[in-house]
């Protein structure tokens, strides 16, 4: 079946740029997500991606994907304390099923 | 719009107790689903349903029971908990058609218990 993976932990510091990555496997992906959950909440979509693109930005975010090699990309430039949370890689594949990594804990130390 | 919203917030149970998560979504949506959330396990996908009478299962059901008798609601049966159902659950729901980004939003989340 489809599987997304993704590093559990991240540390940067406050002011660096913080790249999160993600590898998924089903080739007939049509769109990637990128999730945020901070403490206690439910996930929030932060960006997505079309799978015709290479690269999207949205202000201090940008997402890179490579569908040659399945890898897609969360670039956080300028990282802050507020970005401390979780962030879940998603692929949207066959019979519109989304599938969701296991979250990269992303901790910004001051 | 309220979004998503589910209750209660948390809730303990004891072992065989039964109990019903409410989720309730105002934004419309066809496709609308439950997940649960174990620490470092990411999220695991217990049922969905597509549309008002249709439900369907997802990665780990067994346990669970759902309904879907308005476009609105999708509540989550627990029946005979254990002890392996604590867990963080979040209902979800999104517009999903062929030519959307099917984003999903996701509630608050129920922090459940069973001891």
């Known amino acids: 079946g489809e599987d997304v993976e993704q590093s559990l932990f991240l540390s940067v510091r406050e002011g660096d740029s913080s790249v999160i990555n993600c590898t998924y496997t089903?080739?007939?992906?049509?769109?990637l997500y990128w999730y945020k959950q901070e403490p206690g909440a439910g996930l929030q979509l932060l960006t997505y991606i079309f799978s015709n693109m290479d690269m999207k930005q949205d202000q201090r975010l940008t997402v890179l994907l490579n569908k040659k090699d399945k890898h897609l990309s969360l670039r956080i430039a300028d990282t802050q304390t507020g970005d401390s949370a979780i962030y879940f890689c998603a692929e949207r594949g066959g019979y519109q099923k989304v599938t969701f990594g296991i979250g990269t804990k992303l901790q910004v130390i001051p | 719009n309220a979004g998503v919203t589910q209750t209660p917030k948390f809730r303990i149970l004891k072992i065989g107790q039964s109990m019903t998560l409410q989720c309730t979504q105002d934004m419309n949506h066809n496709y609308m689903y439950w997940y649960r959330q174990d620490p470092g396990m990411g999220l695991k996908l217990i049922y969905y349903?597509?549309?008002?009478?249709?439900?369907d299962k997802g990665e780990v059901p067994n346990g669970y029971n759902v309904s879907r008798s308005t476009t609105e609601d999708f509540p989550l049966r627990l029946e005979l908990a254990a002890p392996s159902q604590t867990s963080v659950y979040f209902c979800?729901?999104?517009?999903?058609?062929?030519?959307?980004?099917?984003?999903?939003?996701f509630g608050p989340g129920t922090r459940l218990t069973v001891l």
């Open positions: 089903d080739s007939s992906s049509t769109y």
């Open positions: 979800a729901s999104s517009y999903s058609n062929r030519g959307g980004t099917d984003t999903q939003y």
């Open positions: 349903s597509v549309g008002a009478g249709i439900t």
